[in-house]
């Protein structure tokens, strides 16, 4: 019999603090209205320092968790994808791992900026298909405004803290992942990077009084291959899965600009009403973009079992990805 990984679990977190465009305008050149009629945000949530990438991983697991009814002892695999880890090393899956007492599953994480979710559900959901996970954790969580200059507006307002969870399990019968399509244009890596702090250009007192540990992006350029690859890969997931956009019930793209989500819709010819749209509170919150905006969809009642849900995303690397998945619990699990 085929062999699927049902998604049986969601939850998210978010830092405790919440900045505005109001709070953003009193330290910079910009305004509520200058942020929101370019970019759709509203708010983001800021990590403090005592808020690692690993805790909040590690609380929207849980929640995942709960919502499965799974016990920790029950994950077999535990999957973070994350451009802003704890440490170089070891792997912030290990301390999630630790955080939620999940004993001797294996645990790495996965690094594909914002695509790196639907790159994680392609993998996890693999390992779950072939037999080598029965219950896997996999967890989209990135601290990006560790990474911004608070005083470049052409960033600072754009990027979010949090993290987003889901608990994939085994099952005969076709629900999760579908189908799904992933790329990148390694040439178009400079188009939006962190340049200090790897083995490429180590961290020195000189680089860091540049400013290039921080991210920068050529919006224009980034605009364009988002939409194209963004549209391209659903459409890829969507003929290998065999379904047509007619019969997707929401999809949920990656939170990053209302702009970008406005022209993925229109080129793929979907109403603005059929897609999720909650960056205007998150703001772009990198890998966790989906999984909070698929999270927060199922807690609306956007998606019922059964429900066909398109998930894509872009990031930096290039990377891009979409999924096709359908929506629900099996009713016995295999």
Known sequence: MPRYAAITGWGLAVPRRVVTNAELARQMETSDEWI????????????????????LAAAAGRHALAQAG?????????????????RP?????????????????GAFDLAAACSGFVYGLSVGS??????????????GADIFTHLINWQDRNTSVLFGDGA???VLQATEQPLGLLASNVGSWGDGETMMAVDAGGTLLPATPELLAE???YVYMNGREIFKHAVRGMCESSERALADAGITL?????????????????????????PMERCFVNLDRYGNTSAASVPI???????????????????????GGLTWGSAVIRWGSPTHRG
């Not at 799974?70 to 695999?77: I, Q």
């Not at 390992?127 to 954790?137: A, D, F, I, K, N």
């Not at 019969?247 to 989500?261: F, G, K, Y």
Request: hydrophobic share 45%.
């Open 211 to 213: 400013g290039r540990q």
């Open 164 to 166: 987003g969870a889901v």
């Open 70 to 86: 799974v016990l920790p002892a029950d994950v077999d695999t535990v999957i973070v994808a994350t451009c802003t880890p704890d």
């Open 246 to 270: 007619d019969e997707i019930a929401l999809v949920v793209p990656h939170q990053a600009n209302v702009r970008i989500i406005e022209a993925v819709a229109k080129r793929l010819g979907l």
């Open 36 to 55: 929101q009629s370019r970019t759709g945000i509203a708010q983001r949530y800021v990590a403090s320092a005592d808020e690692p990438t690993s805790m």
């Open 126 to 139: 693999s390992l779950v298909q072939s037999g080598m996970s029965r219950t896997l954790l996999l967890i």
């Open 89 to 105: 090393f070891p792997a912030t899956a290990c301390s999630v791992q630790r955080l939620l007492e999940i004993p001797r599953a």
């Open 293 to 315: 905006a698929l999270s927060e969809a199922a807690q609306q009642g956007r998606i019922v079992p059964g429900d066909l849900v398109l998930l894509t995303a872009f990031g």
